[in-house]
Structure formats: structure tokens, C-alpha cells
């Protein structure tokens, strides 16, 4: 146990002072194993979950996924499938690490103009990976002290402070390690990631622009101040000798920029601008555009949301059916709008629209999520049930929908069932006393001796849990 928490903790530093950058070449052996960059990598998500929001929206991952898997597809049979995920932070960033986990800020999206740019920052991750750069660091990475590494990990991966922060934690923990080399982000590791990176992009379709369009929008973020530069700046070194590699490679190696699934990526950009940035800002911003050009439908499917994150959601409505004018069958947007209507308590309206959905993109978690919670507030009991089942069957990640199938059970005086579920999200959210209470009543009211054996292993998991001033 010692041995993996040293593990973790050296992960951390490599995953989110974005250790691609290491001094062998792929393949060579060093390399931690695979299993090992497996479980290590499923350690840092939770790290991760427990520090920031990841966004789940599937208009947004299903994209980004979609993107993603479509340049993996190139590489020669990887040995995981890789998995992608945007951080709700403003900061300008993306990562990668091991086994495949590649994490893009939504700031640094929101930045992005078309699909070659989202395409380029992913085929730099991807490449770091498939060189093994990250595992070959953390093998060579396991002599440094727990105590340093600490330090370093804290300051660089939870952006403490800020990059100026971030990167004086890196240079005071190498200097008192004594291993400057291990932080060594050299020109020819990134060089390297950029050449397999083109590559992986050329195959996957794409001309490779959007890298170095991109890397000149992070650039410009430098401004006067060392607390505004950019993580992506602090951790991915000789941006100036990038430009001019990535410059000189396309000039030699012309190919039209492809603009990709157009569509899909403006109704994903759309929907995290409207979201996931400064309320004030996005609602005049697309304010302005739906008042310069009233017949762009993304300009009103942004408006729309917009209103209805700030609470108006009849003019919301209106601005999203204006949108579905022309993309009538887009089950994003009528999703929203099915979102929307159940908000404002129309729910007959709502249960037609998420109907659609359903029959459209069955598995689509918000439409399931929504859905049954209309269905409950129409009291169709039984109805919400099947459909947050299903949810959760799906997505058991999906924590929100275990309290309402709890609700929808307490509604039909299951209470073995209700008091359940609703045992489970508690848990899940860290209410442990909640929890207990609920768990206990469960134990209580059902007859299953297997239910009982799996909500007493639960509640024996809950005791060891470390309470505060316990």
C-alpha cells in the first residue's frame, strides 16, 4: 500500500506538470506496466473529481470523444482505449495521463474556433501517451521523496496559487530533490509529441493548422503579468521553437484545413460558452448575435440558454424553438428544450419533447435524467422508475438520479426501496450520517436476504470512512 500511495503521488506531479517530456524514446523499456498505468490512472481521476467539476454534458463529451477516438484510431493497436474529459477551469490547459486520460479545460475550449484546433491539442495528448512518456517518467521518478513530491504535486496539479505558483513549485522541488533532470521538459520531447501528433492528424483526416493556431491563442494569453501565463505555457516548454517546428512541417507538408463536423462542433462550443462561462458575458454575447443575425440558429440555441440559465425560461423557449427551426430533429437541442419545459413546470410539453429524445438517442443520460423526473412530477410513479433504472444502469456514475428513484420509490410506499437508494446517493455524496439513517431503514424494511447482505457491506464500508474530529 506504501509503495502504490508513493505511486500516486509521483503521478500526480507527471500528470499535471504534463510529463510527456521524457529523455528516452518510445518503446524503450523503463516504462511502468500497463495494468499499472491503469490503476494509477483511475487513483488521479478521483484525485481529480475531488478537486474539480468535471463536465458531463454528452453534447459536449459524446463530441469530444468522438474527435478523440477518431485520431486514436490511428495508432497502431493501443493498449487502452483512451478516455477524454473537460475540466470546468477557465485556465488554458490540457493533460494527459497514463493509460490514456486526456483532460482539456474548458477555458482552453472555449477558446476554440473550429474542429482542426480541438483536433490538434488532442493529437499532442494522445501522442504523449502513445510514447509512453508518462509511464517512462514516474519509473524513473520513484527515488524522489514522498514529502517533495508532495509539494511539487500540490503546487503544479491543483494550480495553487497560480502558474507563477505552480512553476516555482517545480523548480524548488527538483533543486531539493536534487533531480533537475527528472523535470527536464526538453525541446525534443515536445518536438517528438508534435511530429507523431501531425501524423496521427494526417491520418485521421485532418491538415494539422488548428495546432498551431492554437498554440499562438495560448501564446497571446502571456500578458504582463507571470500569474496570467497559461499552465499549458509552464509545463509545455519552448512554445517559440513549437511554433516554428509545427510551422515548418506544414509549410513543407501542405494539406487544406478541414473544418470537420462543423455543426457538431459549434452546437458543442455553443452549449459550453452559454454554461460554462461568465453568466454576464455569455448572455451579452449571444444577445448581440441573435440581434446581428436573427436567422443563425446556434445564435439562438446560445441566447436561449443563456436566458435560461438566468431564469427566464419562456423567452428561453422561444430562442430554443427558433434554433430547432431548421435542426428539427437535433436531439441536443430539443433535449434542452424538454430541459427548459420541465424547469418552468410545463411538463406536458416536456414529457413529449423528452419522449422524442429517447426514441432518437435511447441512451442519452440528461434525456433519461429528465425524463423521469417529469414523469414523477406528472405522477407517473411507476414510469420514473423504469426510466431512472435505467439510468443508473447506464451511468451509475450518474449520482442525482439515485435520489429521485429514491423519491419516485417513496412515492409508491416502497419503502424498502426508497429509503435504498436514497441510502446510496448519500453515500455517494459524502452525507454519511444521512446515509447510516437511511441504509438502516432499508435494512429494516426488506426481505431479500441478498439486498440485506449488500446494504450491510455497505454499511460496514461507511464505518471505516475517516469522519472529522472523529
Known amino acids: 500500500m506504501k509503495k502504490m500511495k508513493n505511486k500516486i503521488v509521483i503521478v500526480l506531479l507527471c500528470a499535471a506538470a504534463f510529463i510527456t517530456n521524457a529523455l528516452v524514446t518510445p518503446g524503450k523499456a523503463g516504462a511502468i506496466t500497463i495494468k499499472e498505468e491503469e490503476e494509477l490512472s483511475r487513483e488521479i481521476l478521483q484525485v481529480i473529481m475531488s478537486r474539480y467539476e468535471l463536465i458531463q454534458d454528452p453534447v459536449i463529451v459524446d463530441y469530444i470523444d468522438r474527435i478523440g477516438q477518431k485520431i486514436v484510431s490511428t495508432l497502431p493497436t493501443p493498449p487502452f482505449r483512451y478516455r477524454f474529459y473537460v475540466v470546468k477551469e477557465d485556465v488554458y490547459n490540457a493533460f494527459a ?176 460558452v452559454a454554461n460554462y462561462t461568465d453568466k454576464d458575458l455569455s448572455f451579452k454575447h449571444f444577445e448581440k448575435a441573435v440581434r446581428d443575425n436573427p436567422a443563425d440558429a446556434m445564435a439562438h440555441y446560445g441566447f436561449g440558454l443563456a436566458l435560461s440559465r438566468a431564469g427566464d425560461r419562456q423567452k428561453a423557449a422561444e430562442h430554443l424553438k427558433a434554433a430547432l427551426e431548421g435542426n428539427a430533429f437535433d436531439p441536443y437541442m430539443l433535449k434542452d428544450l424538454g430541459k427548459i419545459y420541465f424547469l418552468d413546470g410545463r411538463y406536458d410539453q416536456a414529457l413529449k419533447i423528452l419522449n422524442n429524445v429517447i426514441l432518437i438517442r435511447p441512451d442519452d443520460s440528461d434525456a433519461l435524467y429528465y425524463l423521469g423526473r417529469t414523469q414523477m412530477e406528472s405522477g407517473r410513479f411507476e414510469a420514473a422508475v423504469g426510466s431512472l433504472e435505467k439510468l443508473i444502469k447506464k451511468y451509475p456514475g450518474y449520482t442525482p438520479a439515485f435520489y429521485s428513484l429514491g423519491e419516485a420509490y417513496g412515492k409508491q410506499k416502497k419503502l424498502a426501496e426508497a429509503h435504498y437508494y436514497l441510502g446510496i446517493y448519500y453515500r455517494k455524496t459524502g452525507k454519511f450520517d444521512s446515509a447510516v439513517f437511511h441504509l438502516k431503514r432499508a435494512l429494516k424494511e426488506t426481505d431479500e436476504p441478498e439486498k440485506k447482505r449488500e446494504i450491510e457491506e455497505m454499511l460496514n464500508q461507511i464505518q471505516k470512512i475517516p469522519r472529522p474530529n472523529s
Open 97 to 272: 495521463t497514463p493509460a490514456g486520460h486526456i483532460y482539456i479545460n474548458s477555458g482552453l475550449l472555449a477558446a476554440m474556433e473550429n474542429e482542426e484546433e480541438l483536433a490538434g491539442i488532442l493529437g499532442h495528448e494522445i501522442s504523449h501517451v502513445a510514447a509512453r512518456h508518462i509511464s517512462q517518467k514516474i519509473e524513473r521518478s520513484k527515488k524522489v521523496q514522498l514529502a517533495t513530491l508532495a509539494g511539487v504535486a500540490a503546487g503544479v496539479f491543483l494550480g495553487i496559487g497560480g502558474a507563477a505558483t505552480a512553476s516555482s513549485a517545480v523548480t524548488m522541488g527538483s533543486m531539493a530533490a536534487g533531480q533537475s533532470v527528472m523535470l527536464a521538459y526538453s525541446r525534443e520531447d515536445e518536438r517528438q509529441a508534435d511530429q507523431m501528433g501531425l501524423k496521427y492528424l494526417r491520418e485521421a483526416g485532418y491538415s494539422g493548422i488548428g495546432l498551431i493556431t492554437l498554440l499562438e491563442k495560448i501564446r497571446s494569453r502571456q500578458w504582463f503579468s507571470s500569474s496570467d501565463i497559461p499552465t499549458y505555457l509552464t509545463t509545455h516548454p519552448a512554445s517559440e521553437d513549437r511554433l516554428s517546428f509545427v510551422d515548418s512541417w506544414l509549410a513543407q507538408n501542405p494539406k487544406a484545413e478541414n473544418k470537420g463536423e462543423v455543426y457538431e462542433f459549434e452546437r458543442a462550443h455553443t452549449f459550453l
